[in-house]
Structure formats: structure tokens, C-alpha cells
């Protein structure tokens, strides 16, 4: 299957500082690729849907300003934690829908490993 | 988006068979059903994917019922490997992957 890789696998900063996170899809182009935050014992939580080219889509209650994401190419996806502070720890998890369909008329989407992000 | 509804959490030893089922009453004409594993600290690894009847690949089986108002993954010979999270969701073509909180399955020897 389609590979979505994730840099930096964990990453641990001071509070008040940005972290930057990158989804890449290997061997794919994505046209579209969304951003997941998962705490501790919960389930998924998107947090905004990029389109390539064009600005991020958030869901309620994600703040805009503060996780900013680019979606410059077909393969690359950012995601910035700006000012940073611990309650910002989390599992960020990226996921890429591959471009076109695949049977069934259904757009596969794939996800990466994650990244670990401990705010101090 | 259609909700889904499955156990917390299932037991099971080595060896069993594991069916786990997901409710999802208001699911639409268009909706697919799909089934991801999660293990702790991993994103989602794809399982399986169906519209109607049954399905089976090499990791498990998928039987929908023809309503489609529930599914029900089935794991052949289940082993400690298979302690994971299994997400069941429900969608349409494009539409974005909406996780609810899962069945914890925990597999023990």
C-alpha cells in the first residue's frame, strides 16, 4: 500500500516555542491531507483539512493561528505548533488521500506513524 | 455522517475467533464501511473495506448484512500481536474519515 511518512517521529520543546511537523506521501500524490490530534486513551480528533494549494480547513474549536498548516506540493504537508505550551502535548497524526479513486469510486486514504510532541 | 456505534472492549485468548460489530443505523446509500487497527503510539493501519454482503482479505473478513445498518469484522486465529484499538467508520467517497472511540481488543495467551 501507499507510504505517508512523518518527521520527527517525537519531539520534545520548551514551552513557547514552534515545532514544525512534516507529512510526506512516498509514493503517492495526495491532494488532499489532514491533521489529527490524539491525546492519551481517546480516539482521533481531526483538527483541518488541506488541499494542495489552497488554505487549510479547521474544524471548531482548532485555532488557525496557532496550528498552521501549508500544503505547498503534492507530497508535502506542514503542520506548526506556534508558541507551544504543555497542554499542546499530544499524538499528531497525518493522513493522505491518495489522488483519484480506487474502486469502488472510494479515495483511499492513508495514514502516517505519528509524531509525539511533549511541550515542557 | 452516519454514526457507528461498537464495544469498548473485547477479551480474547490466543488461537479464537474475534468478531467485533459495529451499529451504524443511519448509514447512507453512498456510505462505505471501513475498519482500521491501532496500536498504541502508531497512526491507523487500513484492515479492511465493504459495501454489502461479505469481504475477506488475508488479515480478516467483513460481513455486512443487507440492511447495512451494522457490520461485523471477524479476526481468523487471533494472536497477542492483534492487541490493538479497531476503529469501524462509515463514508462516502471523499468525504474525511471521522474515527469514534473504538474497540479496545485485548488478546491474552
Known amino acids: 500500500g501507499a507510504v505517508v511518512s512523518q518527521h520527527p517521529s517525537r519531539v520534545i520543546c520548551k514551552s513557547g516555542t514552534s515545532v514544525k511537523i512534516e507529512c510526506r506521501s512516498l509514493?503517492?500524490?495526495?491532494?488532499?491531507m489532514f491533521w489529527y490530534r490524539q491525546f492519551p486513551k481517546q480516539s482521533l480528533m481531526l483538527m483541518a483539512t488541506?488541499?494542495?494549494?489552497?488554505?487549510?480547513?479547521?474544524e471548531q474549536g482548532v485555532e488557525k493561528d496557532k496550528f498552521l498548516i501549508n500544503h505547498a506540493s503534492l507530497t508535502l504537508s506542514t503542520l506548526t505548533v506556534t508558541s507551544a505550551h504543555p497542554e499542546d502535548s499530544s499524538f499528531y497524526i497525518c493522513?493522505?488521500?491518495?489522488?483519484?479513486?480506487?474502486?469502488?469510486?472510494?479515495?483511499?486514504?492513508?495514514f502516517g506513524p505519528g509524531t509525539r510532541l511533549t511541550v515542557l | 455522517l452516519a454514526k457507528t456505534t461498537q464495544p469498548i472492549s473485547m477479551d480474547s485468548y490466543e488461537g479464537q475467533e474475534v468478531n467485533i460489530t459495529c451499529s451504524h443505523n443511519n448509514i447512507a446509500t453512498n456510505d462505505y464501511i471501513t475498519w482500521y487497527q491501532q496500536f498504541p503510539s502508531q497512526g491507523p493501519r487500513f484492515i479492511i473495506q465493504g459495501y454489502k454482503t461479505k469481504v475477506t482479505n488475508e488479515v480478516a473478513s467483513l460481513f455486512i448484512p443487507a440492511d447495512r445498518k451494522s457490520s461485523t469484522l471477524s479476526l481468523p486465529r487471533v494472536s497477542l500481536s492483534d492487541t490493538a484499538v479497531y476503529y469501524c467508520?462509515?463514508?462516502?467517497?471523499?468525504?474525511?474519515?471521522?474515527f469514534g472511540k473504538g474497540t479496545m481488543l485485548l488478546v491474552s495467551p
Open positions: 467508520l462509515v463514508f462516502s467517497g471523499y468525504s474525511t474519515l471521522t
Open positions: 493522513s493522505a488521500r491518495e489522488r483519484g479513486t480506487s474502486g469502488g469510486g472510494v479515495a483511499e486514504q492513508f
Open positions: 509514493d503517492f500524490q495526495a491532494t488532499t
Open positions: 488541506s488541499n494542495e494549494g489552497s488554505k487549510a480547513t479547521y
